[in-house]
């Protein structure tokens, strides 16, 4: 039986259309207080934006508006350092485990001491920013991390001065955490240094447009459709999907995985991103977000979509995005 389905590029628009017209006016969840910055953002803001092979972006609604990357950053680093040091070193060094916890949880760092949990939660995170090479130059690190999210994204994030002000100032539980491994040596480089970075990269302000084509860079085996550059090795994008797939959404990624079927990974900004291999990226962006840091509108955005194109990864059909439907015969 041929179960390859083919979805064209008009009703994937149709249900990106819909899915901003039906939850543009939820307004459930609540922005991120414990950042002061996050706190004050526009909670109306709402934008989804889906990338496509061909580098074509379709978009509704605020997706030019600058907003903090966040906890979505870790993905980029992430990249960056199994780019530079291998998967089987990353593995070794901070692992690819969910903690199935909060993402600032400092009882996954004391309950997994001997066995490094991911780099997609705060502790691995500021873990893979003390690996980021030149290891011991703050400004080296800060530049091969910026150019690596501008490759990513096809254009430069730009540093939101007065986020990353806020968040330094208010960043204790990060500090507690940065020292805690640098007890466990699991912190490569100054504990100061990449707390700081690891900070800065988090205010690092970016759209919808520009995350939905960082997600289909990944989703496209690390060729970025819009800028048509390589970024990443390809067989790295099975590495970032996993850890993506495993803890992106923290302590609810099971609960997702099992409801949407695509790898997303939030940051507590507003935004997501989906990663939905071989056939799209997409990012979805509004401030307020569930007791686990995601956003809810962005949430049910990605969600409708999935579901209204059956596209659930373990569903057992093969997706193929097609131009038009051929007539019937
Ligand atoms: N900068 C935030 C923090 O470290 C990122 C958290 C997130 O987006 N989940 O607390």
Redesign the pocket.
């Known amino acids: 039986m041929d179960r390859d389905r083919r979805i064209t590029r008009e009703e994937l628009k149709a249900a990106l259309y819909e899915a901003y017209r039906r939850f543009k006016g939820n307004t459930s969840g609540k922005n991120a207080d414990?950042?002061p910055y996050l706190a004050n953002v526009d909670k109306d803001l709402f934008g989804i934006s889906i990338c496509l092979k061909d580098g074509e972006v379709l978009t509704v609604g605020d997706c030019n508006y600058r907003f903090g990357i966040?906890?979505?950053s870790k993905v980029a680093t992430a990249l960056l350092v199994l780019k530079e040091y291998g998967p089987e070193t990353i593995i070794d060094m901070i692992g690819a485990d969910a903690t199935g916890m909060p993402?600032?949880s400092i009882l996954a760092i004391l309950l997994e001491n001997e066995h490094p949990s991911t780099p997609l939660v705060?502790a691995g995170a500021i873990s893979a920013v003390s690996m980021v090479c030149p290891v011991g130059n703050s400004r080296g690190k800060w530049e091969t991390m910026v150019q690596n999210i501008t490759e990513l994204c096809g254009s430069e994030p730009q540093l939101i001065n007065e986020l990353y002000k806020s968040?330094s100032v208010s960043?204790h539980?990060?500090r507690a955490i940065a020292w805690l491994l640098k007890g466990y040596d699991r912190i490569y480089d100054d504990p100061e240094m990449s707390l700081d970075l690891?900070?800065r990269q988090?205010s690092l302000g970016v759209t919808a447009t520009q995350l939905s084509t960082m997600a289909a860079t990944i989703a496209f085996g690390g060729y970025n459709p819009v800028t048509k550059r390589r970024v990443f090795p390809a067989a790295l994008s099975e590495k970032i999907t996993s850890m993506i797939a495993s803890v992106g959404m923290?302590e609810y990624t099971g609960d997702w995985m099992f409801r949407t079927g695509i790898p997303a990974k939030?940051?507590?900004?507003g935004g997501i991103i989906g990663v939905l291999p071989g056939i799209f990226g997409i990012a979805a962006f509004a401030p307020p977000i569930d007791k686990a840091?995601n956003s809810v509108k962005a949430q049910l955005a990605i969600r409708y979509i999935m579901e209204e194109l059956r596209l659930h990864i373990f569903n057992g059909e093969r997706a193929v995005m097609v131009e038009h439907q051929p007539a019937p015969v």
């Open positions: 414990y950042i966040e906890s979505i993402f600032n705060n968040e960043n539980n990060n690891y900070t988090c923290y939030s940051g507590v900004g840091g």
